[in-house]
DNA sequence: ATGAAAGCGCTAACAA
DNA sequence: TTGTTAGCGCTTTCAT
């Protein structure tokens, strides 16, 4: 078994309360004293029990995040940043995928609440009364999706359409295809009200579908139906698999059509060609999550929430080009 | 603030005793109480407290998953499943990247050890002397490095690189060079023992290599160098970026030159040509590492380690062609 | 500056 | 079947 502060007590001749203050409030101990405790302490190899801290503390901690889904590539560099981020500031963070599901995720946030100081909720499919009931027990912070009343971390994919349909207009491009993303979905809204306000151009909205390469595959037909020379989808992944069903139809990229995705994930940089996208600031977003949500742990009850939004911006790559004659 | 088993043993008019059996204990009270206690538990909207469960019974019903980098793409499936199957079991899991850094390896494996019932390594960085010593205070189960008794999962790359070398020889080839991994890597010895082992080859082993894109890439030259007509190489990453190597310099894949990749990841069936490549068991991995640590964590002190071994088998794709005349 | 004592939310003998 | 009691590891008044 481990060493306890008992045994740290014991061992250095001492009260556990003054080897409990030695680690929590080191300035109310004898220097002298505090050094033996901290010798013997390390000695024992006594690291204090954070659970049974938590007990009288009220304080864990530790955080949760909860993902829709830890392997769409999106979310790894936002979960790694948020989480070293959190490392920082001698946090540790519960990861919890919620496979899509919002019984899942209601029952992870239940299970978890008491756990963690707070909740890191990305792009949540539970319903805002829901998250709204939830919040109740715990600090959140959403990320990609707005919520009255709460914390959240907007990325602005807003103005990144409207830099992708710049891009495109410079281009040339006027007949322009927006593929959407899934039916309720905060950014596709985002993206859609954003390429509905631009004037000069001709916008078919195409959709909804699934954010998937599987997306991007089955809605290639709709797109040559649509009779556009450029497309704006919903995400990387859609964008690669729309290039792949192009190519398929012997529709050349960006030669007869281009093609712009948003996320900027790993793999738009390894296909060919290689991908223009609206590169969202995932590790940012994973950080300020953290700072909003040790915010509001740190507020307790006065706690105020606040909106953070991330600015986006236009990586050009190689499927993007002219508009043919 | 949230309700507690007090609060709940007060309104149904039972000792907190009876509402904790109810809980952890349900065949103990009579169904009538059971029931009574219950509807108010679910009234109250009382959750027992996991943290002081743990402190009077030992369990934490946490997991700990150590990587060493999530945004690699390998892990995330591994992160998902590990992760999925540990909620079945009703465990919830921390998940720490250490950044490829064995100091925070360490440090994170102490701080999480009170908090958890056990822990999963991912292809550790650390020294086996540092696992074994920090195994005394915690179960583990090390995945993707042999480590003598303590519980393993392996995904059996030898007789991947193998598979892919017969692949490679029916296609004709007979010069074939590997693409080394890092030093030290296990995985990378296991592939160039096995490629050694095997009668009727020519056999290049370049590296090693950093096992990202760019480790690919800056290996074009050498791979030209060897003058071979294939290659197998450490990871899909590398792979990847050997092709993109191998394209600027003119040279054809699979025309000139056939590329095998290992891991399977997102991007290897994303890019063009689609990889070949031997595809590692990354979910099984999880699933099954979370079982081993389950078994370990029931056992206690008679605790037996386990090895087990995961098959791998080839992905036939486009990187991959007979050999040019 | 340190000790004594109570208590955080819960479980686990032991009685009744 | 239920209540009583002690205690898990730690923090936090309150004394001293």
Redesign the pocket.
Known sequence: ?AA???DVARAS?????????T???P????P???NRVLAIAEDLG????RA??A???GRTHNLGLIVADISNPFFPPLIKAAQAHARLRDYHVFVADTDEDPQVEEELIQTLTKQVDGVLLCSPRLSNRAIEKLGEDVPFVVVNRRLKGMSTVLMDVGNGARLAIEHLMTLGHRRIALLAGPAGSWTSREMSDAARAMDGIELSILGPNSPTEHGGLAAADAVLAADVTAVLAYNDLMAIGLVEGLDERGVEVPGRISVVGVDDIVPGRLTRPKLTTVAMPTEAAGRTAVDLLLQLVGAGETATPALATLATHLIIRDSTGPVPP
Not at 13 to 21: F, N, P, Q, Y
Not at 27 to 30: D, E, G, I
Not at 46 to 49: Q, W
């Open positions: 078994m306890t502060i008992r001749g001492v009260h556990v309360s003054t080897v409990s203050r680690f929590s409030a300035h109310l101990v004898n002298e004293t505090r006594y690291r204090p029990n049974a801290r007990l009288t503390t």
